[in-house]
């Protein structure tokens, strides 16, 4: 069993930064993919960022290529978000997931096996 708990969201003015966290407790998080998924209101969840347990393979949404990165440290067992370039559009519920499938498809929610609790973005224009 994984436990993902996200931390790093705010409020910020377009163009700004944030770096969202998501830590792991539990065991073998060397083994998961982990992604990150956001909600906007009145919206969908989609799908923004993924890395998978090997780290050769790394997926962005296509709205946030270019401006997100995604990435682990295995050590702290905690997977980053850096978002640089944020826009109004980005404002959204933010979670992080974890893949235990070993599947190459990183966009599919249903292959993730554990969430976080979310981290409100709010970007104000």
């Known amino acids: 069993q994984l436990q993902l708990v996200e931390s790093g969201g705010g409020l910020v003015q377009a163009g700004g930064s944030l770096r969202l966290s998501c830590e792991a407790s539990?065991?073998?998080?060397?083994?998961?993919?982990m992604g990150w998924f956001r909600r906007a209101p009145g919206k969908e969840r989609e799908f923004v960022a993924a890395?998978?347990?090997?780290?050769?393979?790394?997926d962005y949404a296509d709205d946030v290529k270019g401006r997100f990165t995604i990435s682990r440290d295995i050590a702290k067992s905690t997977v980053y978000l850096q978002m640089n370039g944020l826009k109004a559009d980005d404002t959204a519920v933010y979670y992080c997931?974890?893949?235990?499938?070993?599947?190459?498809?990183?966009?599919?929610?249903?292959?993730?096996?554990?969430w976080g609790q979310g981290t409100q973005v709010a970007v104000s224009s």
């Open positions: 997931a974890a893949d235990y499938s070993g599947s190459y498809y990183l966009r599919e929610a249903a292959n993730y096996d554990h």
């Open positions: 539990g065991r073998l998080f060397s083994s998961y993919a």
């Open positions: 890395i998978s347990w090997s780290e050769d393979n790394i």
